[in-house]
DNA sequence: CTGAAAGCGCTTACAG
DNA sequence: CTGAAAGCGCTTACAG
């Protein structure tokens, strides 16, 4: 059987409530006689119970991360640029004294507030990409129940509750600002850029903006849509050789669409930096490692996942939050 | 305020008792009364309190998942091996009804047990390679604590507990088995394969098995220290083209190693597979679009993350369980 | 500084 | 098939 707080109670000769008390630090209780229970506590193995604790307190404790995949892309295949906030956000969590409960959920399952509603969760943090149309009622739901949450995306008045996110404008604008610099006169950009993807149409109103800046409106040469996978990369790219002619710098959506403008350039004998740059966005752990190594967009991952959970430690604990915008980074290698 | 099974009672017209009943679809109560609940539920949007519900059970319908990474390596850097797994994992979780805690860990950490001894979970997936004699005496306390976990890897004598993996040895051999087939005649292999890192000897063991039932055990000449990072596969691989001359074939314990040994033939000027042939192992995302695409052994990270949890909850209810070794799959691609 | 008591919201034997 | 009651193991006002 397990020890309970009444069994360390009785060895250490105290009431049980003096034994709550020691154990959770109270400065009610008198210095010795908590070294004491706690010491004793340590001896038996004894653990709060946190059944019992979360139901008293009316909070768990618990953060629960729910990250939802676009339902077009592969099971196994998660962007690996979540993966890398994942880390942090569990140190974050743990960190804060906060466990972490991980869901992936699909944007047709019925996910909204359980984890908040059954008081498994004090709170929510909302990881993905996909078209937020499609889960816009949800977040509504969400508001409606007045669950905790923080949203890993663009701000858009559009959609209530708190997010969180990189300055994805800034980002497409410093990389193709960078790519003007190496002396580039024909640009094209591969990615959504609609309203179903804020993210990519973010770095690309960026992008625009920075030939604009430099008079080089006419340098580009279109935009081709591409959910952000290496498949979707190389087939755009594909149809982009094939049809528009040769650009001299491709400026991409994400990382793995790059990855696949690289591996189409290689199809067509096209050497990269040479023939054409090549950029991509989110510096994923592989983008060091291509042929040649990539030059990218880093969003602070570590940040990224720390602002997220104390932002929405802040919303449970009742403090008012704003939206956060956090500054991308360049990384310059050898595809630019 | 939230809604209480009280509150659905005295709507519903019925008693507290017949609430919880018709919520958890329990047979005793008449089907008309319980439809007639659970629509009132849903409408009031009301969840059963999981703390209450889980002090009440003695049982949390939880499981944790300590990820604990080798500490030599940097922190945003997951083996993207466990990744995938974790995929599989939470799906598994979710079909079975349970939740899913997750925490990294540090080797250094005090771990062991908090979850279940504070009835957060049921149960431990324990998921990482590293040194195992690190955290045996870990694993020890778990075992006297009588925690119910399962832990990812190589079955091993001195490890009390349920282990999971794949067969590396097979893997090993298999993938040796197509170079000799491919015709290569001198092999080197690269990774630790000392007791510390028990996935990576076996997959040495079956390598140097293979060449032996061929007669090629001339054929073999040595093997390399690296962990499994890109980096360590570049350092061993240039230092193996300095000291030892070139092998036509290098047969390394993870894909990152190869990865490594693919940019150290680059920095040569050594082209693969002409010169040399470069196999991996784990099929990471990355393997597929490398250059030339890698040669690799798939581990089945969904059926690893399945088993895992299935074995894992029969050992909670209490029923029998036994080590479990899947078999490794060859994937042939362009370095080979 | 300490103890006795109430109560968090459920599930489940017990009685009918 | 249904209800009244006990109790899971805590935390925290309340009283001293």
Redesign the pocket.
Known sequence: M?????DIAHLAG?????V??A??NS?????E??LRVQKIAKEMN?K??KN??N????RSSTIALLLFEDPSTDDSQINPFFISMLGSITKACSAAGFDLLVSFQNLQDDWHAEYEDSHKADGLILLGYGDYLDYQQKIQHLVQQKTHFVRWGAHDPNHPGISISCNNYQGGFAVTEHLIERGRTRFAFIGDAGSQAPEFMARFNGHIDALSKHNLDDAFMGQLDAIFTEEAGHESATLLFEEDGLPDAIVCASDLIAIGVLRAMRDQGLVCPTDIAVVGYDNIPVSEYTTPPMTTVQQNTKLAGEMLVSNLIKLINGEQVSDQLMPAELIIRSTS
Chains 1, 2 share one sequence.
């Open positions: 397990k020890a309970t707080s009444f105290v009431s049980q409530s003096t709550s008390r154990l959770s400065t009610l209780v008198n210095e006689t908590r004894y709060v119970d019992a604790s139901l008293r307190k009316q």
